[in-house]
C-alpha cells in the first residue's frame, strides 16, 4: 500500500535555485565556510526547505557539484572512443574551470581536508564520474578499440589524476591540446 504523501512536493525551480545558490556562495566565498541559512536566503527558500531535500549540507554540496557536472560533462555514445573519450576529457576539463564551478570545487576539496562527511562525499562523487569515464572505455574495449586486456582503472587514475593535479596545483594548462595529447595516450596504452 502506497504512503500519502505527508509533504509538500519538491518544486524543481526551488531545487535548481538551492544548487545555483550553492555553487555561487561557494564561488565567492574564497575558502569561508558556506552555511544553510545564507544558501536558502540566496536561493530565495525557507532554511526548512533545503534541510527537508538534503539531509546535510555536506549532501548539498555534493548534489550542487553532480548536477553542475551532469550539463557541463554530456554523456554520448558516437560510436567512436576516440570521440566520445576526448569528449569527456574536454569537457571535464573546461566545466570545472568555469564560474562557479572551479571556485567552488576547489573550495569543497578544501573543506574535505577537515571534514571526515565531506571527505566521504567527495569520495562518491569522484567515484560517480570515474563511473561515467569507464563505461565509455568500457563500451571502446567491447567494439575492440582498446586492448581486451587494458587496464581501465589505471587509465581512469591517469585520467583524473592529470585532471586533478593541473586543476589544484595550477602548474600547466587543462586545455583542448591536452585534452587531445591526453586522449592519445590513454588510446595508445
Known amino acids: 500500500m502506497e504512503r500519502p504523501h505527508t509533504g509538500r512536493r519538491r518544486n524543481e525551480a526551488a531545487h535548481q535555485a538551492i544548487l545555483d545558490a550553492t555553487l555561487e556562495l561557494l564561488a565567492k566565498s574564497e575558502g569561508a565556510t558556506v552555511n544553510i541559512d545564507a544558501i536558502a536566503r540566496t536561493a530565495g527558500v525557507g532554511k526548512q526547505t533545503v534541510y527537508r531535500w538534503w539531509p546535510s ?8 557539484l553532480t548536477n553542475r557536472s551532469e550539463q557541463d560533462v554530456p554523456t554520448v555514445d558516437t560510436g567512436s572512443l576516440r570521440a566520445d573519450l576526448l569528449l569527456l576529457i574536454e569537457s571535464t576539463f573546461a566545466g570545472a574551470q568555469r564560474k562557479p564551478t572551479a ?72 586545455d583542448r591540446e591536452t585534452a587531445e595529447e591526453l586522449t592519445d595516450a590513454l588510446l595508445a596504452q
Open 103 to 174: 571556485p567552488a570545487l576547489r573550495t569543497v576539496v578544501r573543506e574535505a581536508a577537515w571534514d571526515d562527511h565531506l571527505a566521504e562525499l567527495m569520495r562518491k562523487f569522484t567515484l560517480d564520474r570515474r563511473a561515467v569515464a569507464r563505461e565509455i572505455l568500457a563500451r571502446g574495449q567491447e567494439r575492440g578499440e582498446l586492448r581486451a586486456d587494458a587496464n581501465l582503472d589505471l587509465m581512469l587514475d591517469q585520467f583524473y589524476g592529470l585532471f586533478w593535479y593541473r586543476f589544484l596545483i595550477g602548474h600547466a594548462p587543462l
Open 57 to 64: 549540507k555536506g549532501a548539498l554540496l555534493l548534489d550542487a
